[in-house]
Structures are given as C-alpha cells and as structure tokens.
C-alpha cells in the first residue's frame, strides 16, 4: 500500500513538473536592432529568436507599408506538444526584403517578426522595425560646365542635390573627394577634386552621391585635360650622405647601406605617404584660406612638381621615385612663413620629409612644409597667412638646406604652382566660391614655368 502511494505521489509530482512546464508563460525573446532603417533595391534583416522554456514553435515576418502585408518568412520548428521544441537554443534568422520583386511603393513601412512558443499558452512575442523604403537614386544637378584641369593640378565643381546624401563628392579612379556645403548658398554643394599626375590618360571624374538606402548617383563632369610636359631627373647617391641618414632616420650602421636606405626610400616614403592620407582625411567644413597662396619669400626653385626621379648608385640604377612637390631655397635656416590662414593638423617628424608641419586650409585644402629644422608651432594652432612655422633644414631625406612645400586636396598632392597663381584662383575657383549660382567654365590653365635642375640632387 505504501509502494502504491509512494507510486502515485511521484506520478503526480512528475505530472505536474509537467505541467507547470507545459503551461509555463513565458513569451519568446526576439532579439534585433529596431533602429530606424533605410532601405533601397533590397534590404537583409536579422532576428534572433530564443524561448528557455518550451522552445520556439513558429516565426513569422512580413512588412506593412497600409496596403496588403507583404510575408517575407513563415516557419514552424521542430518540436511536440508534450515535449516541446527539439532545439531551444538561440535561433538566428535572415529575411532578405527585395523592393524589385515586391509590390511595396517607396514611403514608410514596418518590418514585424513574430514567434509563438510551444506552452499550451502559445504565448506569443513581436517586434517592430520602422523602416522607409527608398528606390529612387538621388538627382545630381552640375552647375559648372567645360572645365580644362591640368594633369597633377586641381579643380573645384558647384552641384545641388535634391535629397539628403550620406556620402557626396567627386571620384575620380579610385580616389574620393568629399563633398562641402557651399560657403555662399546652402542650397548647393561643392568639391575640390585632382588629375592625379599618374592617373590614366582617360580618367573621368564623376560626381556622385550616395543616399541613406545606398542609393548611387553617377554624373561624369565635362573636362578637358591639359597634358603636363614632364620633368626628370638623376639623384647620385653616396655611401656617406645614405649612412648618414640611416643613422638620423632609423639608427644603427648597417653592413649593407644600400638595402637599407632603399627601405627607407621605398618603405617609409609610403608609410609616411598613408600617414600623410590620414591626416588629411578630415577637414574643416569652412573655408579658412583666402586669395593666392604665398611662395616662401626670395626662394629659388629646387625641384618641380611631380619630377620623375632616378636614383643611381656607383653608376648603376638602383631606384625610381616621383617628388610630389616643389623645393624652394634661399638662405640656411630661413624663416618658413604659412602660405595661407588655416589651422595646424600636425607638427612633428615625419620620416622621409623631416620635421614637417601640415595646415588645413578647409575644404580638404591642406599645405605641406617639410626638412624644417626647428618648429614654431603646434598641432591645434590657427595660423595666420605669413605667421612663422620654424625654419628650413636638412631633416629627413633632404641633402641640402631647403623647404619641401606641397599642396593637397583630399590627401592627394597636386601642383602647388596654381595656388601660387591668383589669376589661376580667380578664373578657376573664386567665381565658383562666391557667386549665386554657377555657370559653364572656360578657362584656361595658368601656365606652366621652366623648372632648373635641383642644385641638391639628394633630397626627397
């Protein structure tokens, strides 16, 4: 009789550990980001759903915009009425939402997902993403027309935009030049942008904007490329001047010389030329310079601009490098003057160029000073155009006292002549600057000087 008892008790308490299980009413977890989304040609969505107790039974999607609802997933999981769920650990989901193949007009919409779990309560669980569903690309409208740019020089392009763009600007190959909020009208937009000296001979540049849903908008700009006549150059280099610098730029006294400076020629010039796009990656959304950029006072032209560079060695050739600016000298130790207002982004050594200071001049506009001996101002500081920086040098690769200037646009070095031009500033840039809306352009290039042979072959 005891046994019996002793049998009934633990059924009813098996019972109703049973029950209280198969009753339990705990919803399902559906774990998302319900964050706003902006949605284009199609859109994937995650879900992750989970239920401790009994399991998930069944997960259902779809999408309401005030028309018919549009199901994107509907599944029941494996599982019992009395053993629930087969597998209870998190489930992770991916719905994929094609506005081509869906009967969804553009506008706002709500992506709902759903899950019931196996207790005899079917409790139920639902999350809402809002969503706005957006197909159309945005519309890019030129305001500048013909345009004649300069291989390795620099133009500026007026636009509007009929929508909010989360990415603009001009893309030129495979480089991206941001777009700005004009300074005179904030209904348009504009871009400084570069012929790199290297880019094919038919690039084309493209405006383009990007909106919230990734939308893409391709607009070519109508331009006309002036071939530059190129420059070149021998630097013959020394045992002494190589060891020299080994020492001042990575130390020790290697046994093979030229290896080792070839590294520093070759590796660290492109370590410091990212370090470089870095910098310049971020400007002021303001226009911080005004007129035509001021050359360092009674200097003479070293090297040019994109001056294509052998380097020989016991009279062999040992290596090629292009110099990506112009060497001006005057006197040992001369005071190196701002060539413009803006604001110091970094003021410190940087490998191959020495002690350098870079200025960001707004708009991705910066200037480059390089080989200076000592620095008088700090990262942070506004400068005024003519306020001191420090003072020219031998630092870096540099093999005779002088200032390695250059000029960026959006971290590409472009030809520092035109911004010493203020012809060239007002018929290419100020008209676009300042007026009320743009017209086609016809300008011509400012032209290009003769540039003598570096009088310090050993410079970078």
């Known amino acids: 009789m005891k046994l019996l008892w002793l049998l009934i008790l633990t059924c009813g308490a098996a019972g109703g550990w049973w029950a209280l299980g198969a009753f339990e009413s705990d919803p399902p977890l559906i774990q998302t980001l319900p964050t706003l989304k902006y949605v284009g040609d199609d859109y994937m969505h995650e879900f992750t759903v989970i239920d401790e107790g009994r399991g998930v039974e069944?997960?259902?999607?779809?999408?309401?915009?005030?028309?018919?609802?549009?199901?994107?997933?509907?599944?029941?999981?494996?599982?019992?009425?009395?053993?629930?769920?087969?597998?209870?650990?998190?489930?992770?989901?991916?719905?994929?939402?094609?506005?081509?193949?869906?009967?969804?007009?553009?506008?706002?919409?709500?992506?709902?997902?759903?899950?019931?779990?196996?207790?005899?309560?079917?409790?139920?669980?639902?999350?809402?993403?809002?969503?706005?569903?957006?197909?159309?690309?945005?519309?890019?409208?030129?305001?500048?027309?013909?345009?004649?740019?300069?291989?390795?020089?620099?133009?500026?392009?007026?636009?509007?935009?009929?929508?909010?763009?989360?990415?603009?600007?001009?893309?030129?190959?495979?480089?991206?030049?941001?777009?700005?909020?004009?300074?005179e009208n904030p209904k348009q937009f504009l871009a400084f942008y570069a012929i790199p000296h290297d880019s094919a001979k038919d690039v084309r540049p493209a405006v383009i904007a990007l909106d919230r849903a990734n939308n893409e908008t391709s607009v070519p700009l109508s331009i006309s490329i002036i071939e530059s006549r190129p420059t070149s150059d021998q630097i013959q280099l020394s045992e002494g001047f190589m060891r020299g610098k080994i020492a001042e730029l990575v130390g020790g006294d290697p046994e093979d010389v030229l290896s080792a400076y070839l590294e520093i020629n070759r590796g660290m010039r492109a370590e410091n030329a990212e370090k470089i796009r870095q910098i310049c990656s971020e400007s002021s959304d303001d226009r911080l310079w005004t007129g035509p950029f001021l050359q360092m006072p009674e200097s003479k032209v070293g090297a040019g601009f994109a001056e294509a560079r052998t380097y020989l060695f016991e009279g062999r050739e040992v290596d090629r490098q292009t110099h990506l600016g112009y060497d001006l000298a005057s006197t040992a130790r001369a005071e190196i003057p701002a060539a413009n207002d803006g604001v110091v982004v970094f003021a410190d050594d940087l490998g191959i160029y020495g002690r350098t200071v870079l200025i960001d001049h707004g708009l991705s506009l910066f200037s480059l000073y390089g080989h200076l001996s000592e620095l008088s101002v700090e990262r942070g500081l506004a400068v005024a155009k003519g306020q001191p920086l420090g003072r020219s040098g031998t630092t870096g690769l540099a093999g005779g006292d002088h200032l390695h200037f250059g000029i960026l646009v959006g971290g590409t070095f472009v030809d520092p002549l035109e911004w010493f031009d203020g012809k060239w500033i007002r018929e290419h840039l100020e008209a676009k600057l300042t007026r009320e809306s743009a017209t086609p352009d016809l300008e011509t290039p400012a032209a290009t000087p003769d540039v003598p042979a570096s009088p310090d072959a050993e410079e970078s």
Do not use: M
Request: net charge negative; no cysteine.
């Open 58 to 183: 069944t997960l259902r999607v779809w999408v309401e915009s005030g028309g018919e609802p549009v199901e994107l997933l509907s599944t029941r999981y494996d599982g019992t009425w009395h053993s629930g769920a087969e597998l209870t650990i998190p489930r992770r989901v991916q719905v994929t939402l094609d506005l081509d193949a869906t009967p969804i007009e553009d506008g706002r919409a709500t992506l709902i997902a759903e899950a019931t779990d196996f207790s005899f309560r079917r409790n139920r669980a639902r999350v809402e993403v809002p969503l706005v569903l957006d197909t159309r690309a945005p519309r890019v409208n030129v305001l500048t027309g013909l345009t004649y740019v300069r291989r390795g020089g620099t133009e500026l392009v007026v636009y509007e935009l009929d929508e909010p763009s989360e990415k603009h600007g001009v893309q030129v190959g495979d480089l991206f030049f941001p777009g700005f909020l004009h300074p």
